[in-house]
């Protein structure tokens, strides 16, 4: 497990309140304390990212024809994600779907893309061990083994 952010274009993802409901966005230009992430593992080259509240970013359906990532309680098939790893170090999140997570130009992070091109090739950033709270830290140094349910 370790911490990370996210960066694709320059720009960091992070959670933002919008129609009151928290969101993923990929706009900000620094790492913020919304964007800080634990990697899990999960096996089978997928991962979860698990924000410092201890929810988990889900795939979720988003307006008619779109799909989105939300942070939601419990670990479910549709928080974890299939890494493509590219040969320049990025790295491309497949859904539960097969589908693309993939960042607009316009800051919005939807996952309904079947090809991977710059907006879906992400890189995982190492977070500064100050940014990650103490009780986060506690919770990943206890060795919290992630339990995936069945179901969506």
Same mark, same amino acid.
């Given at each position: 497990?370790?911490?990370?952010?996210?960066?694709?274009?320059?720009?960091?993802?992070?959670?933002?309140?919008?129609?009151?409901?928290?969101?993923?966005?990929?706009?900000?230009?620094?790492?913020?304390?919304?964007?800080?992430?634990?990697?899990?593992?999960?096996?089978?080259?997928?991962?979860?990212?698990?924000?410092?509240?201890?929810?988990?970013?889900?795939?979720?359906?988003?307006?008619?024809?779109?799909?989105?990532? @939300? $942070?939601?309680?419990?670990?479910? #098939?549709? *928080? +974890?994600? &299939? %890494?493509?790893?590219?040969?320049? =170090?990025?790295?491309?999140?497949?859904?539960?779907?097969?589908?693309?997570?993939?960042?607009?130009?316009?800051?919005?992070?939807?996952?309904?893309?079947?090809?991977?091109?710059?907006?879906?090739?992400?890189?995982?950033?190492?977070?500064?061990?100050?940014? @990650? $709270?103490?009780?986060?830290?506690? #919770?990943? *140094? +206890?060795? &919290? %083994?992630?339990?995936?349910?069945? =179901?969506?």
């Amino acid at each position: 497990m370790e911490h990370v952010a996210l960066t694709v274009r320059g720009r960091y993802l992070h959670l933002v309140e919008q129609d009151g409901r928290a969101v993923v966005r990929a706009d900000a230009a620094t790492i913020e304390p919304s964007g800080v992430l634990t990697r899990l593992p999960l096996g089978h080259d997928r991962v979860a990212l698990r924000t410092v509240d201890g929810q988990y970013l889900t795939f979720r359906p988003e307006g008619d024809l779109t799909f989105g990532l @939300v $942070p939601e309680d419990g670990l479910s #098939r549709d *928080a +974890a994600f &299939e %890494e493509i790893l590219w040969p320049n =170090g990025q790295v491309s999140l497949r859904s539960s779907e097969l589908t693309f997570v993939s960042a607009r130009t316009d800051g919005c992070v939807v996952a309904n893309r079947t090809v991977t091109e710059v907006g879906e090739r992400f890189a995982f950033v190492a977070v500064p061990i100050a940014m @990650v $709270p103490a009780q986060v830290r506690r #919770r990943v *140094a +206890a060795a &919290e %083994e992630p339990v995936l349910r069945s =179901g969506g």
